[in-house]
């Protein structure tokens, strides 16, 4: 019998005949066996081996794990598993999750012809790397399952599909070392996706036979919408960098996951106070930056090596000399004669507040991709916003303030996230500008500097008045003109363009195209009209994006803009 992480399901078993009990598994609790009687059965191990009896087939269970609940007709087991599979020599773990298939939605077709012919793809290719852990080979899979079904009302089928993570190891892996992999691949794919993700069951396997694990998670009946584009990381993406994550996840940084970037998982969870919020993605993100500036030795004054002498020779100066022991250590009362005590009142650590932290570290990551979203500034108002969160005081930011400098916070730690999953900065820019998750949409960004830097923005030099001209105001059609280095409106040709459109001449319009109607009015046989959506006026330092523009230019111009 399957045993399924997120279903309530009460069995009736036993232990002896004679002796039997209640198991019931409630998602979200731990699994619990209860006596019949009004005391439980004399068993004092960690592991209880039970049976159904209700059924043909009588099932057994392996309960293992077994937690003091507190009385004596009942007791708590944190595992549950159930299966021909020998529990001492699992290899395999296969968690399910149901989720992923959306999340690939765009990786399946289907379409129906006049004759009734079905015809399509509905496979998604699997995913595979091979990782070292703990001094053994693992192998990680990422596959579908799928089938096809009749109806309820046997009117016609159904195809269902959902996404396997599979783990092979060379050694055999216990109970707790599965529910460890379990937590570690929700938490991957949570950052991944950009929602909190639920795994429905545990399959195991010891290379000849299967069974299913059953272990208690947070119970979880949020829904999210996973499907292209709306995940954060997108699934073409995702097969791209598939063997670099694995690799960085869980080989190389484990420490930074599991220890620090392990809890944001469960603020995406979490529906409090703004303010709060804030404060504990900016508790993570100082403890994080304090870990990677000592791990890179990057938060001394000195060189380690100069910082000893300089102890050193300090102690032993005053060590030396009564009078200085005193006087050095009046009112501190500690022996500065002591090199330990005085590293510890002096320390060499150039990072100590919260901002200085977080700047430091940024600084040595550089600001390809932190200068689109945040600044020095946004740093400041973090702080204020996690101070008065910390110290219960009233906010005096707005909620619109608040919610802006919010979602900065958490694009900068995904961005760390990204960053310690072998995701490079070039990757990480083509992530946040393909997709259409709420965290992109929510948080502010130089849309100029992301296009710039993704080699997406035309630029298009212009003078002052031109450019005070064309941003002070929406418009719906503009042809703009090089004469020489600078572009220019032109104007007869807009107000051409303008009046050709206009609905009153929809039913006699001949030209569909806007450019295409430009280039009949072109009079010089050397130049061409094209239409763009993603330009940029730039004067001085100011730009201003432009959402639909005819560029009226030489074929060689327009095409140094890849435009065709």
Same mark, same amino acid.
């Given at each position: ?17 004679? #002796?039997? =009990? ?8 731990? $699994? ?9 059965? #004399? ?52 968690? !399910?999750? $149901?989720?992923? +298939? $959306? ?85 991957? =794919? ?49 097969? #791209? ?16 996951? #599991? ?67 005193? !006087?050095?250590? *009046? ?58 969160? +910390? ?27 990204? *960053? ?15 997709? =259409? ?10 849309? =100029? ?53 206009? +609905? ?40 201003? *994006? ?19």
């Amino acid at each position: 019998m399957d045993l399924l992480l997120t279903e309530d399901l009460e069995l009736n078993v036993r232990i002896t005949e004679g #002796e039997y =009990f209640k198991l019931k598994l409630n998602y979200g609790n731990m $699994p619990l066996l209860t006596h019949v009687s009004k005391h439980f059965y #004399e068993y004092k191990g960690d592991e209880i081996q039970v049976e159904g009896f209700t059924e043909k087939q009588t099932p057994k269970y392996l309960l293992s794990g077994a937690i003091d609940s507190g009385g004596q007709s009942s007791k708590q087991f944190r595992y549950i598993y159930s299966g021909k599979a020998k529990a001492t020599n699992l290899k395999k773990i296969y968690f !399910t999750f $149901p989720e992923l +298939a $959306p999340y690939f939605n765009n990786e399946i077709s289907k379409n129906l012809e006049q004759n009734g012919d079905l015809s399509g793809n509905i496979t998604i290719e699997p995913m595979e790397a091979t990782i070292l852990n703990s001094e053994q080979t693992i192998k990680v899979g990422l596959h579908q399952n799928y089938q096809l079904s009749d109806t309820s009302t046997k009117d016609g089928f159904q195809f269902t599909s959902s996404m396997t993570l599979v783990f092979e190891f060379e050694n055999t892996v216990t109970f707790s070392e599965i529910e460890k992999y379990l937590y570690k691949s929700k938490n991957l =794919f949570t950052w991944i996706t950009g929602f909190p993700i639920k795994v429905s069951k545990i399959e195991v396997s010891d290379g000849e036979n299967t069974g299913t694990l059953y272990t208690p998670s947070v119970k979880d009946t949020s829904e999210h919408d996973l499907s292209y584009p709306n995940s954060f990381m997108l699934a073409a993406q995702l097969r #791209e960098n598939f063997v670099k994550i694995c690799e960085s996840y869980f080989e190389k940084n484990t420490f930074e996951f #599991e220890d620090i970037w392990s809890r944001t998982v469960p603020l995406y969870n979490f529906n409090g106070v703004l303010e709060y919020e804030t404060m504990l993605y900016a508790s993570i993100l100082e403890k994080y930056c304090s870990h990677k500036l000592h791990q890179l030795n990057l938060d001394t004054k000195l060189d380690e090596d100069e910082y000893t002498e300089l102890t050193n020779r300090l102690t032993g100066l005053i060590s030396e000399d009564s009078e200085l022991v005193k !006087t050095f250590s *009046k009112d501190i009362l500690a022996d500065l004669s002591n090199v330990e005590v005085l590293k510890k009142l002096l320390p060499n650590s150039s990072a100590t507040t919260y901002i200085q932290k977080v700047k430091k570290y940024l600084n040595h990551v550089g600001k390809y991709v932190t200068e689109i979203f945040i600044s020095t500034k946004d740093l400041k108002v973090i702080k204020d916003v996690r101070d008065r969160a +910390a110290h219960g005081q009233p906010e005096i930011y707005t909620t619109e303030e608040v919610s802006g400098i919010y979602w900065k916070l958490r694009m900068l730690v995904i961005y760390l996230i990204y *960053k310690d999953l072998g995701i490079s900065d070039s990757d990480f820019l083509k992530i946040i500008s393909y997709t =259409f998750n709420q965290l992109v949409v929510n948080c502010d960004k130089n849309e =100029f500097k992301l296009d710039t830097k993704l080699n997406q923005a035309i630029t298009l030099p212009v003078s002052e008045s031109v450019f005070d001209e064309v941003s002070s105001k929406l418009r719906t059609y503009l042809v703009l003109a090089r004469n020489e280095n600078l572009y220019e409106i032109h104007k007869e040709y807009t107000t051409k363009l303008s009046n050709y459109f206009t +609905a009153k001449n929809s039913a006699d319009r001949q030209i569909r195209s806007l450019d295409e109607y430009v280039q009949t009015l072109l009079e010089n046989p050397k130049l061409e009209a094209k239409y763009t959506g993603n330009a940029y006026i730039i004067h001085n330092q100011k730009n201003h *994006k432009l959402h639909g523009v005819i560029i009226v230019d030489t074929p060689k111009k327009l095409r140094s803009y890849s435009i065709r």
